[in-house]
């Protein structure tokens, strides 16, 4: 509809050459069209062009020291795009890839992610170009004291609580926090993703990977299907990866694969959880070391990869979890998944595959969960975080963790009712979204213009 085509170019026109945030605004704004023919009160009140730009984008520079005693300097960000439902809320992400275009997409998924989540919580996402790869502890301490110096002055626990997310876990959540609390003088939640001794929630570092085979249970299961004894493929080897993993073998299946950014680990028998978590959770280190470990399991280098696809993607299975990053999921690679077996595909990243990959996957009528439903297991339990830290408790494992099953039931039931209110009852991307923007939506045009 013109409407929205309009509001593209206009985009395009007051944010050039931001292409992740354009892809992920048009995916949304797509699947919102049959919404807006129904709703022309949407339009009245310019809730589109309204929430599409950030309430407040803040950029700002990192200096700090390295080893060798040269100043280096870094590009900060903090997008905190939307209020309507409660605090800016969103991760921080370290990774030489981060710029306004990658944080700006990211910070307009969160909005939807978390009105899914049924949790009072906006919208925001906030990082660095920093890579911590490489880089000592007392660097990266450094970095995210010199980082948190800009930042701690536009977040708060009734504002703006950022989290990790890709290149920002434990050990920078408290190089942070520790800076924060040397600020300011005061010990709140402002981070989550916190120490258990010190505001932390049990069951957090597990909880997108764990939310997203949730999620892809509830998927089966409203086909009649479960996921005891398939097949899985999974992409990533970071906190996502690991604890997707973790939970598949719970649940009874059998995760086959993991990558990194150099290569592929395919293990037949499965994928030995052990040594994937000492090879990135202790020694940081590349899966090539994987197969020393297990010489039965064979490595892809990523310069062999096919072209315009990923290897991961390439092996017979059932079920797969995209748990890396953006777009990494090609059209290609969705043909070569749906020709191996795969009819159930669950996002544990945000945004992993490629528009033209999405379409071929509804295409298919697969059973298939976009990352802002099906990862939005992370941000729930941060909400939890913050609940726990308000009221100066710290639950049980068993409370976080059957709280989130709840969640992640809600939120796959709240996007099938709409994709079946729309009359696409197997498109959940078409239903997250108009289900996550109405509520968004309903309450700005509640809250008046601002």
Known sequence: MSYVHNTLVQLQQSSPAQVEFYQAAEEVLDCLSPLLELNPHYHDHSIIERIVEPERQIMFRVSWVDDQGKVRVNKG??????SALGPYKGGLRFHPSVNASIIKFLGFEQIFKNALTGLPIGGGKGGSNFDPKGKSDGEIMRFCQAFM?????HIGPTTDVPAGDIGVGAREIGYLYGQYKRLTGRYEGILTGKGLNWGGSLGRKEATGYGAVYFARNMLKARGDDIVGKTCLVSGAGNVAIYTIEKLYQLGALPITCSDSQGTIHHSQGINLG??????EVKRCSLREYVEHHPEATYIEAPSYPQNGHAVWRFKAQLAFPCATQNELTELDAAAMLDNGIYCVSEGANMPSTADAVNRLLEAKIAYGPGKAANAGGVATSQLEMAQ?????QWSLEEVDTKLQVIMANIHRHCAEA???FEQPHNLVLGANIAGFRKVADTMIEQGVY
């Open 149 to 153: 110096s800009e930042l701690y002055r």
């Open 77 to 82: 960000y903090r997008i905190q795009f939307n």
């Open 419 to 421: 994709a079946t209110e």
């Open 389 to 393: 830290n308000s009221s100066m408790q």
């Open 275 to 280: 040594t994937l978590k000492l090879l990135k």
